[in-house]
T-cell receptor, first 114, second 114 residues
């Protein structure tokens, strides 16, 4: 089955540690995205990538980093510089400008930093 | 900058009845898409319906339809014959062709009572 996988579903880290969230897709989509969701707020864009080896900052990129070495993979690193990293993180992908721009979402990772 | 506003934090509806969720948006772009996404308790984001801004005809998907008022920048979602499985958070979102960035509203929590 085609889709987007995110692992793990729940992640716990100590303050001051970097942590990497995994996102893999087998939909052959060109574009991939990372969002953060906090209670009472909508999804906010962290980073996005429209092609391999290229990515752009979203609205809340500070304290995060990404890489896009393969079309299928778009890992997100939450660094110790992120002031409030506890949140629900969603990865998405789309065919981009070649289609209807519909974004397909993964199941999400809940990160808790204490 | 694009903004999306959902002014109803919570709504409720009786099973089999009809409910309308409101959404207004602001964009300076002439080419854009509008979406409604559903997020059930599993937190998986699911596309409910999409509307291309250049199309005057309102989109429909089975029990879901929209009322798209381009001049008023309004994009409401109507759910007919509500079912218990419709209970979820609903997010309105706007995507510009130029930026390929999806901007979300803060969501409306829909409860469905038997």
């Amino acid at each position: 089955d085609g889709g987007i996988t995110q692992s793990p579903k729940y992640l716990f880290r100590k303050e001051g540690q970097n942590v990497t969230l995994s996102c893999e897709q087998n939909l052959n989509h060109d574009a991939m995205y990372w969002y953060r969701q906090d209670p009472g707020q909508g999804l906010r864009l962290i980073y996005y990538s429209q092609i391999v080896n290229d990515f752009q900052k979203g609205d809340i990129a500070e304290g995060y980093s990404v890489s896009r070495e393969k079309k299928e993979s778009f890992p997100l690193t939450v660094t110790s510089a992120q002031k409030n990293p506890t949140a629900f993180y969603l990865c998405a992908s789309s065919m981009g400008s070649s289609s209807s721009y519909e974004q397909y979402f993964g199941p999400g990772t809940r990160l808790t930093v204490t | 900058a694009q903004t999306v506003t959902q002014s109803q934090p919570e709504m409720s509806v009786q099973e089999a009845e009809t409910v309308t969720l409101s959404c207004t948006y602001d964009t300076s772009e002439s080419d854009y898409y509008l979406f409604w996404y559903k997020q059930p308790p599993s937190r998986q984001m699911i596309l409910v319906i999409r509307q291309e801004a250049y199309k005057q005809q309102n989109a429909t998907e089975n029990r879901f339809s929209v009322n798209f008022q381009k001049a008023a920048k309004s994009f409401s979602l109507k759910i007919s014959d509500s079912q218990l499985g419709d209970a979820a958070m609903y997010f309105c979102a706007c995507l510009s062709y130029n930026t390929d960035k999806l901007i979300f509203g803060t969501g409306t929590r829909l409860q469905v009572f038997p």
